[in-house]
């Protein structure tokens, strides 16, 4: 049994900026073995990527690392980069996490692959072609010799990091370091990633590194794990043993942040509020938006994008509908609609027994009031030049232009109290603040005139997991004092599971699943579901590795195919791209549970 | 957080205790501060303006007074003393060709080539902002048309289109300022409309939206706010390319007329004078490229400070 | 690739038509004919002369009739040099002005380009301050004061260097001789080659930083090959874009550069025929550079699409 074949030592990473010293990674120790995955967990600001950076020699011109590196016995850190660049790609490689910009534009893949195969094993131009179709073939990339002329905007996103990963194992590597390989891809993609993963460590016997901030990712790959924070390595030890028998706070603080998809109501967090009646409140029927896209070439018609295509639901008063689904599905579309915030191709929103696009424009604007909406992105959804108070006003200032000054001042010191802001804060911006602090104020903004309905467009997936989890009790919590109905929409099934009363899968823009949040889980009919479950990775190494993994195979289907509805109902294709295709129907299985039409599995 | 204060009380507290906070101006102007070329430059140039404003009121010559006594003498510290002027006086920058005091002329211009490149500037501004707000934010086809307009106009090369218009229109005065902002008034659109448009896209317009505000309120409270800092810093580079246009064309003969004089004009002066006088060209070259250098790193350094990147 | 190059052609022929427009338009507002600083010609002269340049017919005949004889390259004749065409006169002046661009723009680019390439590669240290400083002066001190300046220098007063005392003549083109080209040809590229630098060294900085680079180090490329396949490419881009102002730039340049050299080149007969109201000189000289511009920036879009993959699919 050899050695280690990465092992680092004190490793120390400090980066000389304007404004001080950043010391990003503070003595960090491991070792990696042969053929073995090493899961390195942590939130932004843990310093796991700078490290990984710092033993491959990338760090960027004001960082220095001091320690030491060893490969397989020989001192690598520090040396010159003629000496690193030999190892580099071809024994120790690395891929990162937004494959678009990752790639360079200007060459074909093929070129690139080869590029590198040339590079390090001198193989000749016939030769190293061959060798990277092979490789394409490995990370299961269908017409891999068609593929290899492509630019990479010609690719999606997960071949495209499928050809990361081809390029980086193309020479063989003892080490392969991924850097959030698929935290920029959808649930289903990233499945097939990680399972690409998984099958090339055991068939190249390459050691993997996975560095993550997705504990489920985590749990689903690795042998070992080490847990950083703020540049330290708190815990590290076999898989098993951190997740079940974790020692450090930190890591029982992000287990228990972590939303798992298979116990939703866990102790500790705030729980989904009972029902307190019927009545609905909002009802949306066949709710419809297209874009017209103009076509491609000189002379080409406009296609319509079909965003949203279809859509009906009721929601209730207090009650949280849940929608979930990948790029392209239409849920953003959907609740911009839903607020008039774009127009609508079709259908009716009736709010509270009055259709919407009847009503005048003041009452329209007098709505607003009832209807508010939580952003994705905190910093981007506040305007850099006002004060947090003044954006927290504004909704108020605007819709109940009766309040005095003072009486706008102290509500919005109030509702700051509420989402857990400090109102000495108020004359504050937003730049000053963290992710999830902006996050509050976004949701005080929208809570201030006490609306009946707040729509959270993916409100949480850009925090991070311990963060997300105390926004998410909040959310919860605030729904509990306030009262209000709300549409959660999310791509990650854990979360809405957790903070729903009813949950819509969407796919293309049409439901393809309906149901409470117990079914939705536990008797998922549509393949659709059953495969954005299945990928969904759950902070629980036992779990993942039993789990049967039901696969889908190739790309997201683009909203503008209009085939690629009937993916799961293939019977009914009618192969003329042109053609008006078949619209699967919503079928009743049991009460409150609907499933769209699907070919039998 | 419960405090058993009466309201008032608490509010007065409350009021105590609120943190001023940082805006992005606050940081931006520490940022500009910190910027060594350009504090330098923003006290060379206020000297400059102030020198240009009140300078030729302490000064014994008028700029306009001809002496054919002391036609073309050097200052009075050239080393070849062979051109000295000796009819007495004091000349800190000589005279030139038809004995005119040069320090005088050169303060004059500096009055007259500041006075053209802000009054040109704030032409190129107005027309140029409201030009490019009203294109970013009406989007769609009426965009797409405008932009094409300026586009065709892009093509040109304006300096030309100005010399014709000069041409045509006699070499009027007011003429000058406004065909000098034209010139500029393009690059000045196409900037506010690109950020008009990119302010538009991001996600507090629509907060503002949910929020029930209409147009105008968006457009006043959070698109103008926003589009602000960069038009600032093309601002601080337009007022040096007026100046040049103006420099230019004064030196074609197609601008400043006598008996007013820039130093566009007094350049061209000079370069014909080259070879007997030279300080003649030299001084006002001088100053004009001093006070360009100047707006050009108050402009960088302004660019700098309100967009922070990797320099 | 082919239809985007049809679409930029037929979306440059509008332009090109306004400008057409605009330019025999503003001809005709312009206040004083070309006869009108001469003598008081009698009556049936003038008339015959304003029928012979058809300037008694009513406007829109006179705007086709335009048309149809630039359709054939015929810009009409110079009213002031009557024996001459305004073609002919532009073909007369069109070698000089070519060699004389074509040398700076080749010039600028080159010392440009590797100005900003240095700066870059040697980021924030004193080289990167010097040189961005050195391409300060190009932009700040105008072409017609460094003209004079450098007259004066090397042509007035001669300078010594390395014990050559070198003396360039102060004007004259001398049928394009190398020793007359110098000063010339240096102070018309000295804007571009500033504007150059700047462009170059800001766009290389930013693809050096880029993720795809990130990539190509991590493959174990060595730092010449990851610049010159992977980031040479994608930081010329910007550079492409900014031909057509930069030719631009150029011919206003000229203007200056030709009337102080004495180089006799279109630049000088514009100038010449803005001050003597030769009008259709003068807009012959404006339809052509502006063609020629138009053309330009065409073949730099173009050439950006050969460059930049992703924008050969875009719409």
């Excluded at chain 1, 939130?43 to 710092?54: C, I, P």
């Excluded at chain 2, 910027?35 to 008028?62: C, D, H, M, T």
Aim: charged share 20%; with cysteine.
């Amino acid at each position: 049994m050899t050695g280690p074949i990465l092992e680092v030592s004190n490793l120390n990473v400090i980066f000389s900026t304007p404004d001080g010293d950043v010391h990003a990674v503070k003595d960090a120790s491991f070792a990696i073995n042969e053929s073995e995955c090493l899961g390195v967990v942590g939130e932004s600001g843990s310093g796991k990527s700078q490290l990984f950076m710092a033993t491959i020699g990338l760090l960027s011109a004001n960082g220095k690392a001091s320690g030491s590196v060893k490969y397989r016995g020989q001192e690598i850190l520090n040396i010159s980069q003629p000496r690193l660049n030999k190892l580099r790609g071809s024994k120790i490689t690395m891929i990162f996490q937004d494959p678009l910009t990752s790639l360079t534009p200007h060459m074909t893949t093929g070129a690139q692959i080869i590029e590198a195969l040339r590079v390090h094993s001198g193989l000749p131009r016939d030769e190293a072609e061959k060798r990277a179709i092979e490789v394409l073939e490995l990370v299961r990339i269908p017409e891999a010799r068609r593929r290899m002329k492509q630019f990479p905007h010609e690719l999606s996103g997960g071949m495209r990091q499928r050809v990361m990963i081809a390029m980086a194992t193309a020479c063989g590597p003892d080490l392969l370091i991924a850097d959030e390989p698929t935290t920029a891809l959808d649930v289903t993609v990233q499945a097939q990633i990680l399972e690409i993963m998984r099958d090339l460590k055991v068939e190249l016997k390459t050691a993997i590194v996975m560095v993550s901030h997705d504990m489920g990712v985590i749990a689903g790959v690795a042998d070992r794990v080490a847990v950083m924070r703020h540049g330290e390595i708190v815990e590290s030890g076999p898989v098993d043993d951190i997740f079940y028998k974790p020692r450090a706070d930190y890591t029982k603080m992000l287990l228990d942040s972590m939303p798992r998809l298979d116990r939703p109501d866990r102790a500790g967090h705030a729980h989904v509020p009972a029902l307190k009646n019927d009545k609905p409140l909002l009802e949306v029927e066949d709710l419809t938006v297209h874009f017209p896209v103009r076509g491609a070439g000189l002379f080409a018609k406009s296609r319509p994008l079909r965003a949203v295509d279809g859509v009906s639901f009721t929601l209730r008063e207090g009650e949280t509908l849940g929608i979930v689904g990948e790029s392209g599905c239409g849920k953003s579309t959907l609740a911009r609609a839903v607020l008039r915030l774009l127009p609508k191709t079709q259908g009716t929103v009736v709010w509270m027994t009055r259709d919407l696009s009847q009503i005048s424009a003041g009452d329209q604007r007098r709505l607003r009031k009832e209807l508010q909406i939580v952003f994705q992105d905190p910093l981007a959804s506040l305007d850099p030049r006002m004060t947090i108070g003044e954006s927290i006003a504004e909704p108020l200032k605007t819709l109940q232009t009766e309040l005095s000054r003072d009486e706008i001042k102290r509500r919005v010191r109030k509702i700051m109290e509420q989402v857990g802001l400090e109102p000495g804060w108020i004359n504050r911006y937003p730049h000053e603040f963290s992710g999830g602090q902006n996050q509050r104020v976004g949701i005080a903004r929208a809570m201030i005139v006490e609306p009946k309905l707040v729509i959270c467009d993916e409100a949480v997936s850009a925090l991070d997991v311990s963060i997300q989890a105390q926004i998410i009790d909040l959310i919860v919590k605030l729904q509990t004092d306030f009262g209000m109905s709300m549409i959660f929409i999310s791509h990650d099934l854990s979360v809405v599971r957790q903070i729903s009363h009813r949950v819509m899968v969407l796919y293309l823009g049409r439901v393809v699943e309906f149901a409470d949040r117990e079914t939705i889980y536990k008797d998922a009919q549509h393949p659709y579901t059953k495969a954005l479950i299945s990928a969904v990775p759950i902070p629980d190494p036992k779990l993942e590795r039993a789990k049967k993994r039901l696969k889908l195979s190739g790309d997201l289907p683009s909203p503008l195919d209009t085939r690629a509805q009937l993916n799961f109902l293939k019977s009914r294709l009618i192969d003329n791209a042109d053609a008006e295709q078949y619209r699967p129907k919503l079928v009743e299985v049991a009460p409150g549970h609907l499933v769209a039409e699907h070919d039998p599995i | 957080m419960s405090v058993p204060f009466s309201d008032k009380t608490a509010q007065i507290v409350g009021l105590a205790l609120e943190v001023k906070g940082r805006s992005l101006w606050d940081d931006a102007r520490r940022r500009l501060f910190r910027n060594r070329a350009a504090v330098v430059s923003i006290v060379i140039l206020g000297a400059i303006a102030l020198a240009a404003v009140f300078g030729p009121f302490f000064l014994a010559y008028s700029f306009d007074a001809q002496n054919y006594d002391i036609v073309s003498c050097a200052p009075d510290w050239w080393p070849d003393h062979s051109v000295l002027c000796n009819a007495g006086g004091s000349h800190w920058f000589g005279t030139d060709n038809i004995g005119r005091d040069l320090l005088v002329r050169t303060l004059y211009g500096a009055r007259v080539s500041l006075a053209v490149g802000l009054i040109a500037t704030l032409v190129s501004l107005v027309i140029g902002v409201t030009y490019g707000a009203t294109a970013g934010y009406l989007g769609g086809r009426i965009d797409e048309l405008m932009m094409r307009f300026v586009d065709v106009l892009y093509s040109i090369p304006y300096i030309f289109l100005v010399i014709i218009l000069m041409v045509i229109f006699n070499r009027n005065f007011f003429l000058l300022f406004v065909a000098i902002g034209a010139v500029e008034w393009l690059t000045m659109a196409r900037i506010v409309r690109g950020q008009t448009l990119s302010i538009k896209q991001k996600e507090f317009i629509e907060a503002a939206r949910a929020g029930g505000v209409g147009p105008v309120g968006i457009i006043a409270r959070h698109i103008i706010p926003n589009v602000f800092g960069p038009v600032i810093v093309y601002v601080t580079l337009t007022v040096p390319a007026s100046i040049l246009a103006e420099s230019f064309l004064s030196f074609l003969g197609l601008g400043i007329q006598e008996p007013l004089t820039s130093w566009g004009v007094l350049i061209s002066e000079g370069a014909a004078q080259m070879e007997t006088a030279p300080w003649m060209l030299i001084f006002p070259a001088a100053f004009m490229a001093v006070t360009l250098f100047c707006f050009n790193f108050i402009g960088d350094g302004l660019r700098d400070a309100l967009d922070p990147k990797d320099r | 690739m082919f239809s985007y190059a049809i679409r930029r052609l037929l979306g440059a022929i509008p332009t090109l038509f306004i400008i057409i427009t605009l330019a025999f338009f503003m001809m005709r507002v312009a206040p004083g004919g070309p006869f009108d600083s001469q003598r008081r010609l009698p009556p049936e002269i003038e008339h015959n002369i304003k029928a012979a340049y058809n300037l008694d017919k009513p406007l829109y005949q006179q705007y086709f009739l335009y048309l149809g004889r630039l359709a054939h390259g015929d810009l009409g004749p110079s009213f002031k040099n009557k024996d001459f065409t305004v073609t002919e006169l532009i073909a007369d002046g069109l070698p000089v002005s070519a060699k004389l661009g074509l040398s700076a723009i080749t010039l600028a680019l080159l010392i440009g380009m590797t100005m900003g390439t240095v700066a870059a590669l040697r980021q924030n240290k004193w080289v990167d301050y010097t040189v961005m400083s050195g391409a300060m002066i190009g932009i700040t001190i105008p072409t017609f004061v460094m003209a004079p300046l450098l007259t004066l220098i090397f042509g007035v007063y001669g300078v010594s260097l390395f014990g050559y005392d070198i003396s360039l003549p102060v004007g004259g083109w001398n049928g394009g001789a190398l020793r007359n080209m110098i000063l010339p040809v240096f102070v018309l590229s000295l804007g571009p080659i500033a504007y150059i630098a700047r462009i170059t060294r800001g766009s290389m900085v930013e693809v050096l930083h880029s993720n795809y680079v990130r990539t190509a180090r991590a493959k174990g490329l060595s730092s010449t090959k990851v610049v010159i396949r992977h980031a040479l490419r994608a930081a010329v881009l910007p550079l492409v874009s900014f031909l057509g102002p930069a030719t631009a730039g150029i011919l206003t340049g000229s203007l200056i550069v030709e009337q102080i050299f004495g180089i006799p080149g279109i630049g000088r007969y514009f100038i010449n025929g803005a001050l003597n109201r030769d009008y259709t000189l003068v807009m012959g000289v404006l339809i052509y550079y502006a063609t020629f511009i138009i053309l330009l920036n065409l073949a730099a879009d173009l050439l950006y699409a050969v460059l930049d993959p992703r924008v050969r699919y875009a719409k």
